[in-house]
């Protein structure tokens, strides 16, 4: 088991809600890290995704890791992703996260630099634990250019 991938203290004691959590915290480090493994072993083979870029939709997962790939290339060293404001409902074996998703760089003239999107992803707990069956990430736009509104804070 990769070490940013859910502990193994989390799978039987802790609640659905806190290992979905725990997902969570850890795709933030290896987000952070730019650790494409890492930030990929959230992602079931067979997900679906709509991510901030086209096309529409990823069903290959070596498509939605090159997406990835491409995504940490295009940030600073200290990039970070997190979710604030995290919700997390589950029942039985299915699980749903939703909120915004803060990124954040730092430019080379020293200032922070931060985007703020929308972000619902859906798990299915299988043997090998939580796995990402759906994602949705956008920026909502401006109906009068029809450019993503990447300036809005909550």
Same mark, same amino acid.
């Given at each position: 088991?990769?070490?940013?991938?859910?502990? =193994?203290?989390?799978?039987?004691?802790? +609640?659905?809600?806190?290992?979905? #959590?725990?997902?969570?915290?850890?795709?933030?480090?290896?987000?952070?890290? %730019?650790?494409?493994?890492? *930030?990929?072993?959230?992602?079931?083979? *067979?997900? @679906?995704?709509?991510?901030?870029?086209?096309?529409?939709?990823?069903?290959?997962?070596?498509?939605?890791?090159?997406?990835?790939? #491409?995504?940490?290339?295009?940030?600073?060293?200290?990039?970070?992703?997190? @979710?604030?404001?995290?919700?997390?409902?589950?029942?039985?074996?299915?699980?749903?996260?939703?909120?915004?998703?803060?990124?954040?760089?730092?430019?080379?003239?020293?200032?922070?630099?931060?985007?703020?999107?929308?972000? +619902? #992803?859906?798990? %299915?707990?299988?043997?090998?634990?939580?796995?990402?069956?759906?994602?949705?990430?956008?920026?909502?736009?401006?109906?009068? +250019?029809?450019?993503?509104?990447?300036?809005? =804070?909550?």
């Amino acid at each position: 088991m990769n070490d940013r991938e859910l502990p =193994e203290h989390l799978d039987g004691a802790a +609640t659905a809600r806190q290992q979905i #959590r725990a997902l969570h915290e850890a795709w933030f480090v290896a987000s952070h890290e %730019k650790d494409l493994d890492a *930030s990929m072993a959230p992602f079931h083979t *067979s997900v @679906v995704t709509y991510e901030h870029s086209s096309p529409l939709r990823y069903t290959d997962i070596e498509a939605i890791r090159e997406e990835c790939r #491409r995504g940490f290339d295009m940030q600073s060293d200290d990039f970070a992703w997190t @979710v604030p404001d995290l919700v997390v409902e589950t029942d039985g074996d299915l699980a749903v996260a939703w909120g915004l998703n803060r990124m954040a760089n730092r430019r080379e003239d020293g200032t922070e630099q931060v985007m703020w999107s929308r972000g +619902t #992803r859906v798990f %299915k707990r299988f043997a090998q634990g939580w796995k990402m069956i759906h994602q949705h990430v956008s920026f909502p736009f401006d109906p009068a +250019t029809g450019a993503a509104a990447t300036d809005l =804070e909550p």
